[in-house]
């Protein structure tokens, strides 16, 4: 199976907004709305932001939001914050009963 | 709050097998409907979804490792574990084992992660 593309980096400054697209096909992304969005500090363990394409778990802030359309989800943070700087995943359930990540976005808070 | 922690050896040879155990600890494993799963990063790439099984013993695995994995549970130890044979080079990664939620594919609780080496 392949990763689910991202771009590899994406950078805004405080205060800002800025969207990481995840891009699959019909077989993931775009038949199910099952898409996760992960936040990965470096030698931390992943956190999750986004599941089932737009909802935030308990404790997770408002400024995270996703939505898809098609077969492309995205993750948008507003109200840029340099704790947000991180490696962020998206990830998606299959037809074949697998899971499949994207190539993760380095994003950069200037 | 559930936490989960990986362990194993740092270092396998290639060609034998890379064994990893996870401890899943502040819940039983065997309560709810969750499945267990585990995901790696080579240094320098993004996370590949290794697996997954279920409290029945169901599993799910990566087409691209099946050959070669198997997933296992054993709830009388509150662990399931990673069996990975004829390691190379390309097997050298951190290794996280996570908490899912059936029907929806997200992994809710995290290990730290675990890196192992192959390498002779």
């Known amino acids: 199976q392949s990763a689910l593309t991202q771009p590899a980096s994406v950078s805004g400054s405080p205060g800002q907004s800025i969207t990481i697209s995840c891009s699959g096909g019909?077989?993931?992304?775009?038949?199910?709305?099952?898409v996760s969005w992960y936040q990965h500090h470096p030698g931390k363990a992943p956190k999750l932001m986004i599941y089932?394409?737009?909802n935030r778990p308990s404790g997770i802030s408002n400024r995270f939001s996703g939505s898809k359309s098609g077969n492309t989800a995205s993750l948008t943070i507003s109200g840029l914050q340099a704790e947000d700087e991180a490696d962020y995943y998206c990830?998606?359930?299959?037809?074949?009963?697998?899971?499949?990540f994207g190539g993760g976005t380095k994003l950069t808070v200037l | 709050q559930v936490q989960l922690q990986e362990s194993g050896p740092g270092l396998v040879k290639p060609s034998q097998t890379l064994s990893l155990t996870c401890t899943v600890s502040?819940?039983?494993?065997?309560?709810?409907?969750?499945?267990w799963g585990w995901i790696r990063q080579p240094a320098g790439k993004g996370l590949e979804w290794i697996g997954r099984?279920?409290?029945?013993?169901?599993?799910n695995y990566n087409p691209s490792l099946k050959s070669r994995l198997i997933i296992s549970i054993d709830m009388s130890k509150n662990q399931f574990s990673l069996n990975l044979s004829s390691v190379t080079a390309a097997d050298t990664a951190v290794y996280f084992c996570?908490?899912?939620?059936?029907?929806?594919?997200?992994?809710?609780?995290w290990g730290q992660g675990t890196l192992v080496t192959v390498s002779s």
């Open positions: 089932e394409v737009n």
């Open positions: 099984i279920s409290t029945s013993g169901s599993t």
């Open positions: 019909s077989s993931d992304v775009g038949a199910y709305n099952y």
């Open positions: 502040g819940g039983s494993i065997s309560s709810g409907s969750y499945y």
């Open positions: 996570a908490r899912g939620i059936p029907g929806s594919g997200r992994f809710d609780y």
């Open positions: 990830s998606s359930y299959t037809s074949s009963r697998t899971l499949v």
